[in-house]
């Protein structure tokens, strides 16, 4: 069964800072993974979706990697800033049919 | 384009009522899904729809039936809610194949007392 961990759980850091946003996963098949973001009381953004033949994606600011063997993605989120405040959500696959395996998430608190 | 919608956006209901939550996507996506939110955890899968015409159970099924009504629609059916139920739920889609994006909708808060 797949079990998804990310650490830390709250994370709060002044502005500009460079952050790490960690995801392990317990089955190393997977079809790809899928980082979202997730703002209070709204449904999810999908941020970056990494292929299981794929080692990093980026997007702005945001970069993430995969390691499939030892079962862990890292977010990078250079220079943050307020409006990154948010929940991240970290979701490899389990199965076929893209079914997601969400973890309990990372809350971002990023203060001027 | 709108997306993935659902309705309603909130609900309350007594135990054992029962309600529909609905579910509609224009991005022609073949599989759609349905997962809960309970605080402090992840989403957890409920039923999804690999493409029209089929059903399946996910992670958390008891106590909920489906109904994918078309390629745009795909419904969540509560009988006899149960306080247990209370949760944010929400709907989600995919278009074909295993390496593809899932959209997700706004999500409907829903309350059993």
Redesign the interface.
């Given at each position: 069964k797949q079990e998804?961990t990310q650490i830390p759980a709250a994370l709060s850091v002044p502005e500009g800072e460079n952050l790490v946003l960690n995801c392990s996963f317990t089955d190393s098949a997977i079809?790809?993974l899928?980082w979202?973001r997730q703002d209070p009381g709204?449904?999810?953004?999908?941020l970056l979706?990494i292929?299981s033949s794929q080692r990093e994606q980026t997007s702005g600011r945001l970069n993430a990697s995969l390691d499939k063997s030892s079962g862990r993605s890292t977010l990078y989120i250079a220079a943050s800033q307020p409006g990154d405040s948010a929940t991240y959500?970290c979701?490899p696959?389990r199965g076929?049919?893209?079914?997601?395996?969400?973890?309990?998430?990372t809350r971002l608190a990023v203060h001027p | 384009n709108a997306g993935v919608t659902q309705t309603p956006k909130f609900q309350v209901l007594k135990t054992g009522q029962s309600m529909t939550l609905q579910c509609a996507q224009d991005m022609n996506h073949n599989s759609m899904y349905w997962y809960r939110q309970d605080p402090g955890m992840g989403l957890r899968l409920i039923y999804y729809s690999a493409s029209e015409g089929t059903t399946d159970k996910g992670e958390v099924p008891n106590g909920y039936n489906v109904s994918r009504l078309n390629k745009r629609e795909f419904s969540l059916r509560l009988e006899s809610a149960a306080p247990s139920q209370t949760s944010v739920y929400f709907c989600a889609s995919t278009g074909a194949g295993s390496y593809n994006e899932q959209f997700f909708g706004p999500g409907t808060r829903l309350t059993v007392l």
């Open positions: 998804v079809y790809n899928q979202f709204k449904g999810l953004t999908s979706l292929q959500l979701a696959t076929g049919y893209n079914k997601l395996i969400f973890g309990a998430g | -």
